[in-house]
């Protein structure tokens, strides 16, 4: 039977041994076999595991996709699709990623890979040569939250692998592999987990070959999540669609609010008119997601510690809001005058917007703009 998002997210088949409604969690590093090569499906747990497995089957039906990998984080994800690549490769990547994603890819030069980035924002800008054998894309984007066409750039890709990170939108708000992109890649420390207690990663694909080699790769590099943490991050799944429905109306509210406030000079949150991704995030995400950056126009310290509800801390996607400076934590890698050419200005701020009562958050952000 066919599952609507709401549904497929809570659905849990009860464990067929014991009628158990939550996921066990199999702690066992190793499997019996019955004779060598004849087992029940798993042999040591860095190659398989059954709690982890039942994630990475979440996980690739929640994207749509046939097949789900889990990672020890997001970054172990990441670094997993790109190890696809060798010398010579190029990646054509959007000008605005996650600081730590913009370090790995500085890291892998030293390996031959070249990265371009370019503003994916305008899919005509996306320039394919023979070299280029990936397009990575982060839509909407951190911290300013571009939005990419990702039918658009999956038409124009030829061979190249269309990847599309995203951490920011959750599958319950966009599907990157109904649009055309070959893989998609989640940090589940955010939206997915959902409680800012468990660090992972995943990678969903639909091709069986592309699946091979990355369970391949995650294999041999090992940079796999317990089953513990498997676990959280299966039942922060249970209540995602919920949760991004207020994280996207609490973010809309305090886009609205932060954009006619006089001490705020500009607000990046594509559910407003003003934004340029609006109409396009509009056919190509459910909601806008719960993401919004800011400038401030002064005195950015005072601001940040008079916030009483709001908690200055790096990540996103957790029930409670987060705020953060991405010039000096989530960005600080990038160097500044790079920094400064992609538009993250020091004045930036970002707000993780949480699940809380409006009410709470804006009284929070009203009281520390206050006689700034
Ligand atoms: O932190 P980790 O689980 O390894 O995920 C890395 C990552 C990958 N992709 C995106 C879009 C991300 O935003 C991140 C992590 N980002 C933060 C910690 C942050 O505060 O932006």
Known sequence: MQLEFETLAVHQQPDPGTGAIAPPIHPSTTFAQQEPGVHKGFEYSRTGNPTRRGLEEKL???????????????????????????????????????????????????????????????????????????????????????????????????????????TFSSPYLQRPLELGADIVVHSTTKYLGGHCDVIGGAVVTSDDRLHEKLKFIQNTIGAVPSPFDSFLVLRGIRTLALRMERHCSNAQRVAEFLETHPKVSRVYYPGLASHPGHELAGRQMRDYGGMVSFELNRNMVTFLKRLRVITLAESLGGVESLICHPASMTHAAIPKEERRNRGIKENLLRISVGIENYVDLKRDLEDALKTL
């Not at 997993?80 to 913009?102: C, F, K, Q």
């Open 60 to 166: 690739a039906a929640l994207e749509g996709g046939r097949f789900g990998l889990a990672f020890a984080s997001g970054m172990a994800a990441i670094s997993a699709v790109l190890r696809l690549l060798g010398p010579g490769d190029e990646v054509i990547v959007s000008d605005d990623v996650y600081g730590g994603t913009y370090r790995l890819f500085q890291m892998l030069e030293k390996y031959g890979l070249r990265f371009t980035y370019l503003d994916t924002g305008d899919a005509a800008n996306v320039a394919i040569t023979e070299r280029t054998k990936m397009i990575w894309l982060e839509t909407p984007t951190n911290p300013l939250l571009k939005i990419s066409d990702i039918a658009a750039i999956a038409a124009l890709k030829g061979e190249a692998l269309l990847v599309v990170d995203n």
